[in-house]
């Protein structure tokens, strides 16, 4: 390396950030986990999503369980449709890892 690509202390080649477990619900009144924590799973991602966007990253990164119905449960697809439409307020580019 030459003293021009030395990496300085505190000098980043970029910024992202990593989340999972969103467990979104197809809206903000039902949800289909048996687990009370997860009705609240659409307000934490809003929060989340503010937080993050707060942080300037140039990444984000969503490790899974993107929501909580699973694929067989009809309110699968509406659940999808709000985890797009909150996520889609992030300043940095999602990468959704399977």
Not at 21 to 46: G, I, K, W, Y
């Amino acid at each position: 390396m030459t003293a021009a690509h030395t990496p300085i202390k505190g000098d980043r080649l970029f910024r992202m950030v990593v989340v999972a477990d969103t467990h979104m619900n197809q809206d903000e009144n039902d949800c289909t986990s048996p687990f009370d924590v997860n009705r609240l799973a659409n307000a934490r991602t809003r929060h989340i999503v503010h937080a993050i966007n707060a942080q300037n990253p140039d990444v984000v990164i969503h490790l899974g369980d993107l929501i909580h119905p699973v694929p067989s449960l009809p309110s699968y697809g509406e659940a999808a449709t709000q985890f797009h439409a909150l996520t889609s307020a992030l300043d940095a580019p999602l990468h959704l890892v399977p």
